[in-house]
């Protein structure tokens, strides 16, 4: 299995509260990807990386933001959470190449009360 | 980004092969097809993925037509533990942004 950790793996958190997630990877890779997913969404995009301090928006991106320091980690931070973001989040990486698929980590579920 | 669309269920007998479709009918030159499972509340898991021509490996085999506007992943001999959501997927032409759908939800019978 791919090397990527997820942390933390369950927050419950306060309406207006500050959140962080962080994606740990040990296999180098230069894409990493933060996705949501929701009962009857499937996977959605939040945002990803195409290497550090380079990122861009998926599908979802509003109400998140992400930062990219080094290439072992992918923050995803949610300044003033809402119910809405009630969710599981899933981290994932890719080499980046032509026809090169994702893995993915074990996912956060985070609840906004 | 090109979409896919699959059923929202099927069944199979275990040790019997699984056909699950999936069509693609907006699908790029030069995008490929990707197939995914997620067992229960886990991270997706790659399965397989292709261009044009059919493949297989360990896991499954794609086949892909000739026109690429639909795909069949098949699992050769069903278990129990193939039990999972299977999502079909296609990107990968520069920007590797998934769109995900609903997926197809396979149950495995013993």
């Known amino acids: 299995d791919a090397g990527i950790t997820q942390s933390p793996r369950h927050k419950v958190t306060e309406t207006g509260t500050p959140v962080t997630l962080r994606c740990h990877q040990t296999?180098?890779?230069?894409?990493m990807y933060w996705y949501r997913q929701d009962p009857g969404h499937g996977l959605r995009l939040i945002h990803y990386?195409?290497?550090?301090?380079?990122?861009d928006k998926g599908e979802v991106s509003d109400g998140y933001s992400v930062s990219r320091s080094k290439t072992e980690d992918f923050l995803l931070t949610l300044e003033s959470a809402t119910s809405s973001q009630t969710s599981v989040y899933f981290c994932?990486?890719?080499?980046?190449?032509?026809?090169?698929?994702?893995?993915f980590g074990p996912g956060t579920r985070l609840t906004v009360l | 980004d090109a979409k896919t669309t699959q059923p929202p269920s099927m069944d199979c007998a275990e040790g019997r092969a699984a056909n699950l479709p999936c069509n693609h009918s907006?699908?790029?030159?030069?995008?490929?097809v990707y197939w995914y499972r997620q067992i229960h509340s886990q991270g997706p898991q790659y399965i397989i993925h292709?261009?044009?021509n059919n493949e297989t490996n360990e896991m499954a085999s794609l086949i892909i037509t000739e026109d690429r506007k639909s795909s069949t992943l098949i699992l050769p001999h069903a278990t129990l533990r193939d039990t999972a959501v299977y999502y079909c997927i296609v990107g990968g032409s520069g920007t590797y942004k998934y769109i995900f759908g609903t997926g197809t939800r396979l149950k495995v019978l013993a």
């Open positions: 907006t699908i790029s030159g030069n995008e490929y």
């Open positions: 990386s195409y290497g550090v301090k380079d990122t």
């Open positions: 292709g261009l044009k």
């Open positions: 994932a990486i890719s080499q980046g190449l032509e026809g090169n698929e994702q893995f």
């Open positions: 296999e180098n890779h230069r894409y």
